[in-house]
């Protein structure tokens, strides 16, 4: 079963691929149907308009990020890397519960995992999603899910510490 990190996420770069199709086959309409000699001009628009939410999307990427539990494994798949990070659930598990801000206007409840110690993230100054996503990448060895009815669930077992 995978548990994307933030769904919010998801559907912006699905929003964004969905205008960037939209742009590419309304502009080879008008460019087919039209006689004018001046559609480099839009073409060169369209071109840079893409480049820009290609780039917005690119910053987005390290967002999109699943877990999912495999035995008494838990892997954190990261959109567009190829390596995964798991955790054992065997071991001693660390935790933290955080409440990060996703977006303008709404905040993300989630919790940090790992078979270390680890900083705790409460001391970051301004918690927000990319940021901290951004530092446990770094690491390498934390994973960070949605605190939803299983992340609870699993906190509740005797092997899981509080940080």
Same mark, same amino acid.
């Given at each position: 079963?995978?548990? $994307?990190l &933030?769904?919010?996420?998801?559907?912006?770069?699905?929003?964004c691929?969905?205008i960037?199709?939209?742009t590419?086959v309304?502009?080879?309409?008008? /460019?087919?149907?039209?006689?004018?000699?001046?559609?480099?001009?839009?073409? =060169?628009?369209? &071109? @840079?308009?893409?480049?820009?939410? +290609?780039? @917005?999307?690119?910053? %987005?990427?390290?967002?999109?990020?699943? !877990?999912?539990?495999?035995?008494?494994?838990?892997?954190?798949? %990261?959109?567009?890397?190829?390596? +995964?990070?798991?955790?054992?659930?065997? &071991? !001693?598990?660390?935790? #933290?519960?955080i !409440?990060?801000? #996703?977006? +303008?206007? !709404?905040?993300?409840?989630c919790?940090?995992?790992s078979?270390?110690?680890?900083?705790?993230y409460?001391?970051v100054?301004?918690?927000?999603l990319?940021?901290? /996503?951004? =530092?446990i990448?770094?690491? *390498?060895?934390?994973?960070?899910?949605?605190?939803? #009815? $299983?992340?609870a669930f699993?906190?509740?077992?005797? *092997?899981?510490c509080?940080?």
């Open positions: 079963m995978k548990k $994307y &933030s769904s919010y996420w998801k559907r912006s770069c699905l929003f691929v969905f960037i199709v939209a590419i309304t502009t080879a309409i008008f /460019c087919s149907w039209s006689s004018d000699k001046e559609d480099y001009i839009l073409i =060169l628009c369209v &071109s @840079l308009f893409i480049l820009v939410l +290609a780039y @917005l999307m690119k910053t %987005i990427l390290i967002v999109i990020r699943y !877990t999912e539990t495999i035995d008494d494994i838990i892997l954190m798949h %990261i959109f567009g890397k190829h390596e +995964a990070v798991q955790i054992s659930l065997s &071991s !001693t598990v660390y935790y #933290e519960v !409440t990060l801000i #996703e977006s +303008a206007s !709404t905040l993300l409840r919790v940090v995992l078979n270390e110690p680890f900083e705790p409460k001391k100054s301004v918690l927000k990319m940021p901290v /996503c951004k =530092l990448d770094k690491n *390498n060895k934390q994973i960070i899910m949605p605190y939803d #009815e $299983y992340s699993l906190i509740g077992q005797s *092997n899981f509080k940080i």
